[in-house]
């Protein structure tokens, strides 16, 4: 494909469902990095991969979420037991490198997740 | 912590006239990169323009141009002959070495026909 995709696009759980959220980077891309887009705000970064190592997860706001990206590609950002407070859309990112700082983020079109 | 603002949650212009949004930022570091992002309604996130700090020159992409005040920690967007297309929230962005992107809140442009 020739952009990031993410899936599912929208997610309704009931409060207390586990979630599993896909992003699927362009290829090649070494970097990835997953924000959280309340309502009307700017996105808030969770964390960062580079390749399967991640870098940085200073972002996730508990210890119900977790992110994996075991073959350096595809990650997944999985939510623990959802609360209300977890409705958001889900950015996934990626960048060709992470050497350098001015490389274009690709985003996807996002997953949006409402806890009912 | 690097932070940054966007003090206009929303603008207006006509068709075919001249937009400014503007954007301050705080950071102690003088190596970075500032970009302005477009999001179209229930559509994705895209790359209007980026700045590198160390450059003096200010950035242009057709009719979407920067005015980068280092010292003043400044970073406007100009959007000149605006279209009806150019509706969305724009957000700017500051970015360190390879590390995340921090936004603003965002300004959301309503275009005028």
């Known amino acids: 494909g020739a952009g990031v995709s993410q899936s599912p696009r929208y997610k309704v759980a009931k409060r207390g469902q586990d979630v599993a959220l896909r992003c699927d980077p362009i290829s090649g891309h070494v970097s990835l990095f997953w924000y959280q887009q309340a309502l009307g705000q700017g996105p808030e970064f969770l964390t960062y991969f580079q390749n399967e190592a991640q870098l940085d997860k200073s972002g996730l706001p508990s210890d119900r979420f977790f992110a994996e990206r075991p073959e350096g590609s595809v990650s997944t950002l999985k939510i623990q037991r959802t609360q209300q407070e977890d409705s958001a859309v889900y950015l996934c990112?990626?960048?060709?490198?992470?050497?350098?700082?001015?490389?274009?983020?690709?985003f996807g079109p996002g997953t949006r997740l409402t806890v009912l | 912590a690097q932070t940054v603002t966007q003090s206009q949650p929303e603008m207006s212009v006509q068709e075919a006239e001249t937009v400014t949004l503007s954007c301050t930022y705080d950071?102690?570091?003088?190596?970075?990169?500032l970009f302005w992002y477009k999001q179209p309604p229930s559509r994705q996130m895209i790359l209007v323009i980026r700045?590198?700090?160390?450059?003096?020159q200010n950035a242009t992409e057709n009719r979407f141009s920067v005015n980068f005040q280092k010292a003043a920690k400044s970073f406007s967007l100009k959007i000149s002959d605006s279209q009806l297309g150019d509706a969305a929230m724009y957000f700017c962005?500051?970015?360190?070495?390879?590390?995340?992107?921090?936004f603003g809140q965002g300004t959301r442009l309503t275009i005028n026909p």
């Open positions: 700045q590198e700090a160390y450059k003096q």
């Open positions: 962005a500051y970015k360190r070495g390879a590390q995340k992107l921090v």
């Open positions: 990112a990626s960048s060709f490198t992470g050497t350098s700082g001015g490389l274009e983020q690709f």
């Open positions: 950071t102690s570091e003088s190596d970075y990169y």
